[in-house]
């Protein structure tokens, strides 16, 4: 165990964070992560006071801190609300246009225009709040969301904070038309290519890049793959420049709330000793969701609905396999033409459940029911669901991307690394590839010891924060000790 005091006061800066708002796994990264560098740091939360949050619910309550930002030539009002969770203090920015919408950014087709103004108005008030409440020693910013927070730090000569920049997914960047310089009453001067501009445009993820004191992704594995151009969405030449500070951390899980062991969502709790007792919320589930027959393999697929995460892959792997027995059960909601190749393909088949939106709950029992995670990611930072399949003894079928590369290891590798989790992996990105390897997982379902024992062998290794909080504080303790 690292020997650090507990001085430094660190404020974690998230668009989401689970359980008050959630789009995807930046949400449960924001609720799991602060917690376990709470050891270390001195850490609290800030995120947007949106609309859809239940103030009663969770205890939030106002507290003595309001103010006016200006942006522009308007000013805007303030107002910080706080509540603890799970023993971490959570801060909340709410502001007429910030708060006032009925998602956290838009529409699964398309964000809110004015996302320019509502998540700059975050960030701004975020850095004013840094300064009349506790001037924090480090701001750990998360995604375009937040990124302005590192420009507005440096253009404060008050300020001593240190800010650190973690990208969550180079897919979103915050990219807005110049006028948004004007609405942010920005100096023109950030319109240049080493600093906002992009192609006539200003990008909010490139104030991150440029002015935090360190840059972290969310797996040692992209942080080499958007340095292409493959990845790098248009910024790896911009990225190149910036390598020097930019570094690859892998994510972990918060064990306390994703472990079979005692989660409540399952109506049978288990763990590697017990690992038949899986069974029993196989058929609690297949009874819940109509579908048929506990012998057969059953697949889940949790996640968004998006180019990113091979959902055209996975509509027509599932044609090519119409002959084969299995079950597959489709948790998500995205895109209108994703929904509506998914709802037409389970038109054709009883073999597949579907539910259009997202239930934390659900997703637990499907990770603790299911024999296979289909994840055939066209690119995936990190990524959590494999990391959850596996404590949950549920063998992740993935695309070698990003952090599925760092997290799951090939079948062939079992005996030879006792700590790294494995699956059935797949690196060329196609139909086909995704068919074979669901041929492949179909196969070995029916070697009944073998699955088992691979699986058992999944709960027993760490996919904690562990390892990925100490490699953060030793970021932390070296940006901060600059500071002295």
């Known amino acids: 165990m690292m020997n650090i005091e507990k001085k430094q006061q660190v404020l974690f800066v998230s668009s989401e964070v689970y359980p008050f708002a959630k789009s995807g796994g930046l949400a449960d990264v924001s609720y799991g992560f602060p917690r376990a560098m709470s050891p270390f740091f001195d850490v609290e939360i800030i995120m947007p006071m949106y609309k859809s949050i239940d103030k009663k619910k969770f205890g939030i309550k106002p507290i003595k801190l309001s103010f006016k930002i200006e942006l522009g030539k308007k000013k805007y009002e303030v107002e910080l609300f706080a509540t603890i969770y799970n023993g971490m ?25 004015d996302n320019d103004l509502r998540f700059g108005l975050f960030s701004k008030a975020v850095v004013e709040f840094s300064k009349q409440h506790k001037k924090y020693d480090l701001l750990h910013l998360n995604d375009w969301q937040s990124a302005l927070c590192a420009l507005f730090v ?95 951390i892998l994510n972990g899980l918060d064990l306390s709330h994703f472990s079979p062991a005692s989660d409540s969502a399952l109506v049978q709790n288990y763990d590697t000793q017990n690992y038949d007792k899986k069974l029993n919320n196989k058929i609690a589930y297949l009874k819940e969701t109509g579908l048929e027959n506990d012998a057969l393999a059953l697949f889940v697929f949790v996640g968004r609905f998006t180019w990113q995460k091979g959902i055209e892959m996975l509509v027509e792997a599932l044609d090519a396999l119409e002959n084969q027995n299995f079950n597959i059960a489709i948790l998500g909601d995205g895109e209108s033409k994703y929904k509506q190749q998914i709802k037409e393909i389970s038109k054709k088949r009883k073999n597949i459940n579907l539910f259009f939106g997202y239930d934390e709950e659900l997703s637990h029992r499907m990770y603790g029911s299911a024999d296979f995670l289909i994840m055939p990611s066209l690119f995936e930072p990190c990524g959590l669901n494999q990391l959850i399949a596996m404590n949950y003894g549920t063998l992740p079928i993935v695309s070698s991307v990003g952090g599925l590369k760092d997290s799951v290891y090939s079948l062939s590798d079992f005996g030879l690394n006792d700590g790294y989790g494995l699956g059935i992996c797949f690196d060329v990105k196609t139909p086909h590839a995704l068919q074979d390897a669901m041929q492949k997982a179909l196969d070995l379902y029916e070697e009944k010891e073998k699955f088992k024992e691979i699986n058992q062998h999944n709960m027993q290794c760490d996919f904690s924060w562990k390892h990925g909080s100490h490699a953060y504080a030793s970021l932390y303790n070296y940006l901060l000790d600059s500071m002295e």
């Open 154 to 248: 440096k253009e404060d000569a008050s300020l001593q904070t240190k800010t650190l920049y973690t990208i969550h997914n180079m897919a979103y960047q915050g990219v807005f038309g110049k006028e948004t310089l004007d609405k942010l009453g920005l100096s023109s001067a950030y319109f240049d290519m080493d600093a906002l501009e992009y192609y006539g445009d200003i990008n909010y993820m490139k104030a991150g890049i440029v002015y935090a004191d360190a840059i972290t992704t969310v797996s040692p594995n992209y942080a080499k793959e958007i340095l292409t151009p493959e990845f790098g969405c248009g910024l790896d030449g911009f990225l190149v420049k910036h390598q020097n500070k930019l570094v690859g």
């Open 89 to 113: 203090k959570c801060y909340f920015v709410e502001s007429k246009i910030l708060s006032n919408k009925k998602y956290l950014y838009g529409t699964p087709e398309s964000g809110y225009k």
